[in-house]
């Protein structure tokens, strides 16, 4: 297969969106190129495009997307041009020292995993570079959609991780601080993890709605009450064994602390994106006695977290497809972009359909 | 038994010590009452005394002591006037549901296993009552000291529990910032937990050097350099696995944080005595999402953790009685309590005698 | 409340069981009595009649009941007379080494946990002795009837237990050997550790159809199909991540082993009253290096666990009145225990009104 | 580097071993090529060419050695010919599904990892093939000789890991099953784990020596008295917190059951080589429910593993030399063989020179 050009959908530079022509990749021996057929568009992406990881000149962008192999490199041995993959947003150096550490995520470097629309092209290209094949893609059974399937690579692997890590005990209480999809999907974390009681923090109807559907037994509206008196008096001034933060925000991540009962877990998967310091209140802490741990973590990526993910939707136990407010072609990428930036018209989440 | 009069050490008011009268306590049905031999004196009394903890009159103060048996109430097992035995400086009411969550040093409430010199009176009296004696009180083995056995109601018990909640790989790289008495026992406690390399990070020669009896393979002297770019060149850029704050201080407890590597585990044993805040900063942090957990832990307490503490100095497995640097009968107690709250003379630990 | 008698349910010897008159229990300081509404028949009661823990007199069989406070010792706190409540069929000493170390259900020995019809009169009598009633026992919310609460003394807690100690990676495959009360409740758990796929093992066909309401994806008939080889084939050669043994033979401990992959866990909640070995398959079992883990549980009991469990039930997260298949009066205990004893007219659970 | 002969001692056949002449190998574009310096033989050899893991033909043999690097394909970026390395015993697949799991040594299949002398040649070669360089390879800190660097393939690995899986409480109890060099490093590896007392079980007087230099506490000789009543009397009937299992037999393997407490761990890194049953004693088991966990695992391989290990050398933390008893040229080692294959000269571990 020669060189070719295509087209992608990329940062310019800070502030700029663009689809330009590049020439299309080439596989390594562990690689893979994959052909997209559905999309989806994080708000990460527009963090970056607004300067969040500095200056950026035509990076391509995006990192959800499911598709067909196109080519693989001499090395690769479980998937062959026409399978129908998932590659994860994250996408680990399986033999670095991190991921023997158990951290995949964090490869050679913090996040380092987080390749795509970061250290390299993205994903909302006619063709994508995928480095190690064999370990971070996914084949899709025939039971699950490309639409479904989207959802795994970190809506639902983000989500549910951060209900995992709540360290939520059979029948314990849960606060999730926000419910954007990544929120969303820790609330039906939540209930995967065998929580009793489910408190949702959000103020938009439509994601209060969805939050229920996921399983949240409450929903706080910070805009009408303070979400910590609510919680604490939801769990009869007890607080909750585990809190997930699902924002990145620093009155969340506080809040998340205050509600926290001794002896319990705060979760972190939002992405904090501005600020020097993430502030802990120091009391509510317990003075660094209370047995609060706080532990965070980025979205886990690789083939056997993909196959564990694409076996929950193979069996109906969840549908992130709910979350998808909008839905656009490729061409239209722009719009879709801008319209998640602004979160415009209550959109949760735009799909993008390559075909 | 009848009533009688006793002499206690005691914070009359904030800023204030005496030494006072005061009613021998009587044991409920499940407690007992100690005759203290040897006692040390912990600055956490010292914070008490300056306030940290609120007003109090006329409070006993003390929490570390070794003593005998003198009474038992009626459905006490275990324990015999006589016995010769430690209670530790933490007390939980084991069936509470916070030790039912394995968190016992929580009881109730946040630290609610700390009573002593703190919701009821303390342990620097001629008579001490013990709550739940079958839960809390160890027998001493022969070959441990009263002055060793000491050690382990507090320096030992929350030093090595800063080491066990660290996650140290067999062959990791630990920090631990502060070498006081708790800094130093977490040092050994690294050594007992598999640690390859351990750096501490202390100003004063005296503990610098314990510090290297107790296993430090590097000492970084902060007034010398700054502790975050010495550690980070000690491990080639890449930090530490674990990092153990034993202070208490906003700075380390950044300074910890910023010398953890994506994966690893910061845990704190120090009491953050003051401030609204203690400040994560966010990059080093990984901006949420470098799976660096935060974890924190009150000195716990019981039977069982007692005897273990008891086996390894049993065994010789250690040697806590080198920091112990003063020695002061009780009519002096006072001379040895504000001793240790100027830090003065090198002090590190006084003991004090009781017969 | 002066001594007075009760009508009690016993195993008169082995192989014979009465109903007497007994003397009403005395509380101590820390206990409660209790007076029992409903309760619920248990397999393990049989066993005990037939022998498996030796020769008993009059001792009061039963662990499964609900009821109201009758009288309570002079330092319980939480508890008073009239209060609607649920006693764990476990009843740990909750200061026991075992406890703090985490074991409460081993008290003091082996299994030291389980009192009631063991080492003690049971539950099935017009008044219940409770040890430490704070530790023990749960109040009842008002939305959970006396009949579901009745389940979270044993199966719920349990089956549950089965599944939480089962590892289940979020969207792991999972076999549940047999689909008794506890598997079933094994089975409900996996789907609350967030299992992706869950094959039950089981041959009778009302079972059957409850373990797919429970959430089975697949049954597999024993009788029809080798266990083994039906499983292996449902997970394409690779086996379980998790395999849950709730029987206590040694068939199915020996199959548990086999269908559990590499890095896997086989999680026993079945009691093994026979026999003076279990067998573990050398090749399946990988030589002893195949990083297969093999734990254990008894049922976990305690004012936490209840209250966890019963929270589930206020939530409607699990309906246990399914497995509800007869209903008897007290005076007619036996003839509902002699129907457990011989698992005649496809009964599950009977259930048993004090009132 | 074109293609050429190398000597290679081999297993001709059950049975019988030879030195023969191969050809050299390739590396992939992940691999590299060692050329060995220092080897050590291990008893699993011999097992293997007695024919445990099936017929072979001219299969070299070897799986613990340091060396040069030769070569290295295209792909491998932190190793270069020259460097001085070694390589793990186990060379697992990183990227494979088991290892994602956080089983690595379980790569594609039960003891997958494990490569060397088992599904392709093994180390005792002039040229040595390892695959995924990055992944599998270590440089040697120039404080650690080649020698001590030696024992961190096997030896240190999977003995440390025997402690490491038995959950050892700080000041815990420990009994270790057999003082071979696994059961030796497994001895030294529970005082890393903060035990408090430490039982070895051994029979030949120079092995009894080791373990005590090692740090046990205590030595049982099975020839003079029943090791599991010697462990009881030893802890006072109570058992203890953690027993580990080195030698791989039916009898270790029970008494390690009987000796534990409920709530305490069976750690096995014993190689099951014989029988088509392991037995697990029915009533010491607790009858499946006294939460005694039985858990295996197979060497740990890997650059961060190694690292690690090599650390522990480096810091002065262990002497593994100190189990060297014989040392042998590479010319005379079917001699080191068949001495360690018939224990003879009371032989723990002989040393092979490359060059």
Redesign the interface.
């Known amino acids: 297969m020669g060189k070719c050009n295509m087209r992608a959908f990329v940062m310019a530079e800070i502030g700029e969106t663009d689809i330009i022509e590049k020439e299309r990749p080439e596989p390594?021996?562990?690689d893979a190129i994959l052909k997209p057929t559905k999309g989806l568009i994080c708000t990460s992406d527009t963090h970056t495009v607004h300067g969040a990881i500095g200056e950026r000149e035509d990076l391509t962008l995006g990192h959800e997307i499911v598709g067909v192999v196109d080519e693989v490199g001499?090395?690769v041995t479980d998937f062959e041009p026409g399978d129908r993959v998932v590659v994860g947003a994250i996408t680990p150096d399986?033999?670095s020292?991190?991921?023997?550490?158990?951290?995949?995520?964090?490869s050679n470097?913090?996040?380092?995993g987080w390749k795509f629309a970061n250290v390299k092209d993205g994903t909302f290209a006619e063709y994508v570079h995928v480095n190690?094949a064999?370990?971070?893609l996914a084949h899709i059974p025939d039971g699950v959609t490309d639409h479904e399937a989207a959802y795994t690579t970190d809506m639902m692997s983000t989500g549910?991780r951060g209900a995992?890590n709540a360290d939520i005990?059979?029948?314990?209480?849960v606060a999730v601080f926000a419910q954007g999809p990544v929120g969303l999907m820790a609330t039906k974390?939540a209930?995967?993890?065998?929580a009793?009681?489910i408190i949702a923090v959000e103020t938009v109807p439509e994601r209060q709605e969805l939050a229920r559907e996921y399983g949240a037994?409450h929903v706080v509206d910070f805009a009408d009450e303070d979400a910590v008196e609510a919680i604490m008096e939801l769990t009869d001034g007890k607080g909750v064994d585990s809190a997930i933060?699902a924002l990145?925000a620093d009155q969340t991540?506080q809040d998340a602390i205050k509600v926290t009962k001794?002896?319990g877990t705060v979760s972190?998967?939002?992405?904090?994106?501005?600020?020097?310091?993430?502030?802990?209140?120091?009391e509510e802490?317990?003075?660094?006695?209370?047995?609060?741990?706080?532990?965070?973590?980025?979205c886990p990526g690789?083939?056997?977290?993909l196959?564990?993910?694409?076996?929950?939707l193979?069996?109906g136990?969840v549908d992130p497809t709910k979350m998808t407010t909008h839905e656009f072609d490729f061409e239209d990428i722009e719009e879709a972009f801008w319209l998640m930036d602004g979160k415009e018209d209550n959109v949760i989440k735009p799909l993008v359909n390559f075909e």
Do not use: C
Not at 109 to 112: E, F, M, N, T, V
Not at 307 to 312: D, F, P, S, Y
């Open positions: 390594g021996p562990m001499g090395e399986w033999n020292e991190a991921a023997q550490a158990g951290h995949p995520s964090q470097q913090a996040l380092g190690d064999d370990g971070n549910f995992e005990p059979m029948g314990g209480t974390g209930v995967l993890q065998g009793g009681e037994d933060e990145g991540f001794p002896g972190n998967v939002g992405y904090h994106g501005d600020g020097e310091f993430r502030h802990v209140p120091r802490w317990g003075v660094g006695m209370a047995e609060i741990s706080i532990v965070t973590d980025l690789g083939r056997l977290r196959k564990r993910l694409l076996r929950l193979d069996q136990v």
